[in-house]
């Protein structure tokens, strides 16, 4: 199992208790949720976006897809997915496409779908396609107090 260098030192920073769910490994995170056994609705997609002020991320359940002209509404100025490349130079110690939705641990800004308000629990991935991070809903409100919570997302 392994776990992105920055999101481990950012969750003992924060003091933030989690485990480590090791699963099959998944190229989407739909299919992380299905390998690990949890509910789609509370498992984390990050998904990088770039405007002109920069990179966010769009923290979104994994059984939805981000709506950009939502989450540009959301932050009052245009976004557009940002390119493999982007995502590569920013999160150097993720393996592609895994992506964590902890954006305080790479300088990146984020929104919250309000559908993970209320999840008791919630899982995203480890900087992997192999590794969940689980951590309770209120702990992930703590670790994201300056993240927008806006309805950004589309069911599949």
Do not use: N
């Not at 030192?9 to 949890?38: K, N, W």
């Amino acid at each position: 199992m392994a776990l992105a260098t920055s999101l481990q030192q950012f969750l003992d920073r924060q003091s933030i208790p989690y485990r480590l769910i090791e699963h099959a490994h998944a190229a989407t995170m739909r299919e992380a949720a299905h390998c690990a056994g949890v509910p789609e609705a509370c498992v984390i997609k990050a998904v990088l976006v770039e405007d002109d002020d920069g990179f966010m991320l769009a923290a979104v359940p994994a059984s939805c897809d981000v709506e950009l002209t939502r989450l540009s509404r959301a932050v009052k100025r245009p976004v557009e997915l940002a390119t493999e490349s982007d995502i590569m130079s920013l999160f150097t110690d993720c393996v592609r496409g895994a992506l964590p939705p902890l954006g305080s641990a790479y300088g990146v800004e984020v929104v919250v779908d309000r559908r993970l308000d209320a999840m008791a629990d919630l899982y995203f991935e480890g900087g992997d396609h192999r590794t969940l991070v689980h951590v309770t809903g209120e702990d992930f409100r703590r670790l994201m107090p300056e993240a927008r919570h806006a309805r950004i997302s589309v069911m599949h």
